[in-house]
Nanobody, 123 residues
Framework: QVQLVESGGGLGQAGGSLRLSCAAS????????VGWFCQAPGKEREFVAA????????SYADSVKGRFTISRDNAKNTVYLQMNSLKPEDTAVYYC????????????????WGQGTQVTVSS
């Protein structure tokens, strides 16, 4: 069982940066791949980025490649999403999710979800 809590959202400016954190409970967090998804009003939840259980593999949506970086610190049970060069279209609620070992790009592949953190980017 893994419980996830996101933080770091808020108001950012276009061209600016934010860093989201996903803190996990559970001593076996290092066995879980973690993904970030976002959901804007009226839209379906979309894949943003994912990282495997020891961080050797990452995956990004085309829309964030070169701007966002996912990383993890298993000693702190935390996964990060560094968001640079923000755009107004990045505005959404961002969720982190976990699944055992591997990464996935579809929401149905993940078993555990956080409550989400709002990111709003002004132009």
């Amino acid at each position: 069982q893994v419980q996830l809590v996101e933080s770091g959202g808020g108001l950012g400016q276009a061209g600016g940066s934010l860093r989201l954190s996903c803190a996990a409970s559970g001593r076996t967090f290092s066995r879980y791949g973690v993904g970030w998804f976002c959901q804007a009003p009226g839209k379906e939840r979309e894949f943003v980025a994912a990282i495997s259980w020891i961080g050797e593999r990452t995956s990004y949506a085309d829309s964030v490649k070169g701007r966002f970086t996912i990383s993890r610190d298993n000693a702190k049970n935390t996964v990060y999403l560094q968001m640079n060069s923000l755009k107004p279209e990045d505005t959404a609620v961002y969720y982190c999710a976990a699944r055992t070992y591997y990464i996935g790009t579809y929401s149905y592949e993940y078993n555990y979800w956080g409550q989400g953190t709002q990111v709003t980017v002004s132009s």
